[in-house]
């Protein structure tokens, strides 16, 4: 493109002494070439991993794919990488507790078991351990009975809702029955035959009344005919 | 040569390459010098580029880490950046590529979102690392990161290659509220 200024500051750090003194220093020197050898070995595999990569392209063909599935293809190859690796260091866990239980079982084998410390601590171990579980067992049952407790209550709660709930049908029913009762025509002849008895009523307590005033008895001297006139006194009203 | 491929010669024994692509002069030279002075058993060859693609003079070593270095202050310097991004082979974005980001902590200068570099970072899949490269102290350490990462994907250390540390150094992406 345009003017580039390219600056090679290929300003070599060389390693601290370790070319001059090569020649004095024989561990330095094996140091120096066991480094390298790592070194080659590492980029041998790097470039080992690119030409098998680049064997395995076969994809050439299909090479206009829409950008959402290239970022999920991307995705998809990541998390296999993720799960490869996952893989690896569970099999270094696993092969590194084979080699400590094999170097373990050698050490107890050589030594001696009532006095080693290693084993006195593994003993506290096992102790702790089922403490540990007898606990958890307990807090296990205490939990399990207040769950239970939880339960009932929820149960009692939801049996008194529907009791409740049956009250107030119960309530509606005999209100609506009751303003029923009162619109139908039985409840209405039978009031009207109560008004009509209440005036004839009314009107045999007038006749009697003016028939004993007619007849200028003095009845405030005979008690039973006292009773009579004061009986006589009471209205009768619709209720 | 257009496009940078890494791998594509021959590595020199003992040596790892960094190249660090950036629109800002003074920053590179002081980041290339700090990586000189760092104590590091193989050698080191530090080369500086305004902006790919690299001129075709040849004798140069394979390149083993390319790191960008973004300027959030000035837009010139994200441009410069993804101009230069296309001169490089795709194969190179397998752990071998670091943006690095620099005057994040002022942020009335910032004329750069960090959200876009943020996604730059994302599209590309390469790790993006924060450093205020003007503090000695800041510059010091990720000096530091660097080599350490520049010697992972020379292949100087034995067990880790750069594609298991991009595992490990992208693998903290949480979705953006974009993608939710």
Known sequence: ?239 | MSVLRPLDQLPSLNTAAVLLVGAEDALLQQLAESMIKEDCPSELKVHLANSLPLPSSGNRPRIDLIVFVINLHSKYSLQNVEKSLHHVDATFFLGKVVFLTTGAGREHHCSVHLSTVERLARTYRSPLLFCDLEKEAFRAAMVQRLVRLLLVCAGHVPGVSALNLLSLLCSSDSPTPEDL
Not at chain 1, 9 to 34: F, M, W, Y
Not at chain 1, 40 to 57: H, P, R
Not at chain 1, 159 to 186: G, H, P, V, W, Y
Not at chain 1, 189 to 212: A, C, D, G, S
Request: aromatic share 4%; hydrophobic share 35%; net charge negative.
């Open chain 1, 1 to 239: 493109m345009e003017t580039q200024s390219e600056e090679l500051a290929a300003a070599e750090a060389a390693p601290a002494d370790s070319g001059e003194e090569a020649g004095s220093r024989p561990e330095d020197c094996v140091g120096l070439l066991l480094r390298l050898m790592s070194q080659t070995k590492q980029q041998l595999l790097e470039y080992k991993s690119m030409v098998d990569a680049n064997e395995d392209k076969t994809l050439e063909p299909e090479e206009i794919m829409q950008e959402k599935q290239i970022e999920a293809k991307i995705e998809g190859l990541e998390n296999e990488i993720e799960e490869v690796k996952i893989d690896f260091e569970m099999k270094k866990l696993a092969l590194d507790r084979m080699q400590l239980s094999t170097a373990f079982k050698n050490y107890l084998e050589k030594t001696d078991i009532k006095t080693s410390i290693l084993v006195g601590n593994m003993k506290q171990i096992l102790k702790l351990n089922k403490l540990i579980m007898k606990f958890q067992q307990e807090s296990w049952d205490l939990e399990e009975k207040l769950l239970e407790v939880k339960k009932k209550r929820l149960e009692l709660k939801q049996a008194s809702e529907t009791k409740f709930s049956e009250i107030q049908t119960e309530k509606n029913k005999k209100k609506n029955d009751l303003d029923r009762m009162e619109e139908s025509d039985t409840i209405k002849t039978i009031q009207q035959n109560l008004q009509v008895e209440i005036q004839i009523t009314t009107v045999i307590q007038h006749v009697f009344q003016n028939l004993i005033l007619g007849s200028k008895v003095n009845w405030a001297e005979n008690s039973s005919l006292k009773e009579t006139v004061l009986q006589l006194e009471k209205n009768f009203t619709m209720n």
